[in-house]
């Protein structure tokens, strides 16, 4: 009975998702084309970190984060407290930038502070957990989602070397790396890590303020977190 309900509870998240996965895959297949296309800025950009392109899937949290939380809320899912909510959000918050701080101390080069700090981020995204699991839950495979395509992108794009941001290196990156340790540090790490703790931060946070905007206008069906 036990697995029945969590193979149950996964089919949910993964329907609840589809809609805005499929809307992230289609924006990363569109900024591919623009930047193999050379299209303009600001809305690509192929320099290493995507120059703050405006096509892009790293603003969707700010989106998707209050649309998955009214929609939970709607069903039932509601978090016990809107206070509790926002404080563990924030918290991750914290501990996303700490993760940050750690991973940057290693620049281009592998280290034990380097991945410890890659891993604290990603454990950034578990913080508001406590607070809203459904929430959490529901961007953890989100997260997964968008940036797991971007993966597979970013595999090809540095075999090939399209040219893109894809496959653009930083500033002062070392030459003769082999493709492997390029691929894990360039890609992996970061879209395994980094940004999938991101994802669920910016999200949580955003689905936070719109319970409390929610809250104060109406009731929101809810049922207690633990």
Same mark, same amino acid.
């Given at each position: ?27 990363? /297949?569109?900024? *591919? ?29 700010? /989106? ?5 939380? *009214? ?18 959000? *924030? ?20 280290? /034990? ?6 891993? +604290? ?28 395509? +971007? ?34 540090? *360039? ?40």
């Amino acid at each position: 009975m036990g697995e029945n309900h969590s193979s149950a509870s996964k089919s949910s998240t993964l329907r609840f998702i589809l809609i805005p996965a499929v809307i992230t895959l289609a924006i990363t /297949i569109l900024r *591919l084309v623009g930047e193999l296309q050379h299209w303009p800025a600001p809305l690509f950009n192929s320099s290493a970190g995507g120059g703050a392109a405006i096509i892009g899937i790293s603003w969707l949290p700010i /989106i998707f984060g209050p649309w998955f939380a *009214l929609k939970l809320a709607g069903r039932g899912e509601g978090p016990s407290s809107v206070g509790k909510c926002m404080g563990f959000s *924030l918290l991750s918050l914290v501990v996303l930038v700490l993760g940050g701080f750690l991973a940057s101390r290693s620049e281009f080069h592998f280290s /034990i502070v380097g991945l410890l700090g890659f891993i +604290v981020m990603l454990l950034a995204a578990f913080v508001p957990w406590r607070a809203w699991p459904s929430l959490t839950k529901t961007l953890i495979a989100y997260a997964y989602a968008a940036r797991i395509p +971007v993966l597979i992108v970013m595999y090809f794009a540095l075999q090939g070397q399209w040219g893109t941001h894809y496959d653009a290196v930083p500033p002062g990156y070392p030459t003769g790396i082999p493709f492997g340790q390029k691929f894990l540090g *360039l890609a992996v790490l970061p879209q395994l890590f980094l940004w999938v703790g991101f994802t669920v931060v910016v999200g949580s946070i955003c689905g936070a303020i719109a319970m409390a905007i929610a809250r104060r206008g109406k009731p929101v069906p809810e049922t207690a977190a633990s």
